[in-house]
């Protein structure tokens, strides 16, 4: 009897001891979730009181799953968006921004923080093959199948639509890093973005006047990084809200005028604006190939111009690493002819 009493006096404690350090490691797991403070994402005090519940209704489970599959462990993501006119033909867009990330200084590892988010069934699917991480983004109805040509109404719904959707990204508690599939991503970019705290929004330029900080810089929303907080969200909501009231413009031109007139430093945003040197596009080429990060294929028209002078740029690219250091002192960029006479049609 004494050696079964012992038996069941073992089991019983080991069960009990069990149990003790499962609920203590749950208890440790939501504490630290609670606690986490990310590195490059403080906060600080807003002017604006942000609308910062996320948008389940629309988006639901299946967007915090492809977010969280992408993230960095702070929650940093790099996010595009792909429509069918992006996925098909002999050499797609996203096939030459993906060759980026191929073809590029420290870019292969970044691709498992990239989250594609297709706007329709096919760009979904491409993307699911190509076994990315993927979101198909529900549009209420809207269509955005196919090529819509800069600045028709098609065009400047489908940027206020990105605007609402990356919105709600920060609102989810993502910072991300937001690139059009036009831009090829020749080196990481990170080294280059800087990692101070106080900084909420660092973008590119069409044309760089030479201040990081000044307001004149003629801004583009293809490529930016961004950070979740309150200030950030209350900025997209405001600019969100102007979206009736600004017919005819895109959402960059609306951001510019934001920035211009001081809304945006009210709302207690810091601003970075980007040198072209190392943030390039066909507006305003980088003059330093050895320095270059990424290429947008900026002043622009039409999709096939897009990819055929892009591709242009990664046989650049690839004779420069190819070339001899001798050789690379005469380097230059091959001119974007289609994308300049894509104006004259």
Same mark, same amino acid.
């Given at each position: 009897m004494n050696f079964k009493n012992s038996i069941n006096e073992y089991y019983h404690y080991i069960v009990y001891t069990l149990l003790t350090i499962t609920l203590l490691y749950i208890f440790l797991l939501s504490s630290s979730a609670k606690s986490i403070n990310f590195a490059l994402y403080? #906060?600080?005090?807003s002017v604006y009181q942000p609308s910062n519940t996320f948008n389940t209704k629309i988006h639901g489970d299946k967007l915090e799953?492809?977010?969280?599959?992408?993230s960095t462990e702070d929650k940093t993501v790099i996010i595009t968006i792909v429509n069918k006119a992006y996925v098909e033909g002999d050499k797609p867009m996203l096939?030459?921004?993906l060759d980026g990330f191929w073809l590029g200084e420290g870019t292969e590892d970044l691709i498992k923080h990239l989250l594609i988010v297709a706007i329709d069934q096919t760009s979904y699917k491409r993307c699911m093959f190509l076994h990315l991480h993927c979101y198909k983004l529900e549009t209420d109805g809207v269509g955005f199948i196919g090529e819509k040509l800069y600045m028709s109404k098609d065009f400047i719904k489908m940027m206020w639509e990105r605007t609402r959707f990356l919105g709600d990204i920060l609102k989810s508690g993502y910072s991300f890093v937001f690139t059009d599939t036009d831009v090829l991503w020749l080196r990481n970019p990170f080294p280059r973005l800087s990692h101070n705290n106080s900084i909420d929004l660092q973008i590119s330029t069409d044309e760089f006047n030479g201040n990081q900080w000044s307001e004149a810089n003629l801004i583009n929303t293809?490529?930016?990084?961004?950070? +979740?907080?309150?200030?950030t969200i209350a900025l997209f909501d405001k600019w969100y809200t102007k979206k009736d009231n600004s017919t005819g413009l895109k959402e960059q031109d609306v951001l510019q005028k934001m920035i211009r007139e001081g809304e945006v430093r009210n709302l207690g945003l810091?601003?970075?604006?980007? $040198?072209?040197v190392y943030f390039s596009g066909f507006c305003q080429n980088s003059k330093d190939v050895r320095a270059v990060v990424t290429v947008h294929s900026n002043c622009c028209r039409r999709i096939k111009s897009k990819t055929a002078d892009l591709t242009v740029v990664i046989? $650049?690219?690839?004779?420069?690493? +190819?070339?001899?250091?001798?050789? #690379? +002192?005469?380097?230059?960029? #091959?001119?974007?002819d289609h994308c300049r006479d894509s104006w004259r049609h």
């Open positions: 403080t #906060t600080r005090n799953e492809a977010l969280a599959g992408a096939d030459i921004f293809g490529f930016y990084m961004i950070r +979740s907080n309150n200030r810091k601003v970075r604006f980007l $040198d072209t046989h $650049d690219w690839k004779r420069f690493m +190819s070339a001899t250091e001798n050789e #690379t +002192s005469w380097f230059q960029w #091959t001119p974007h």
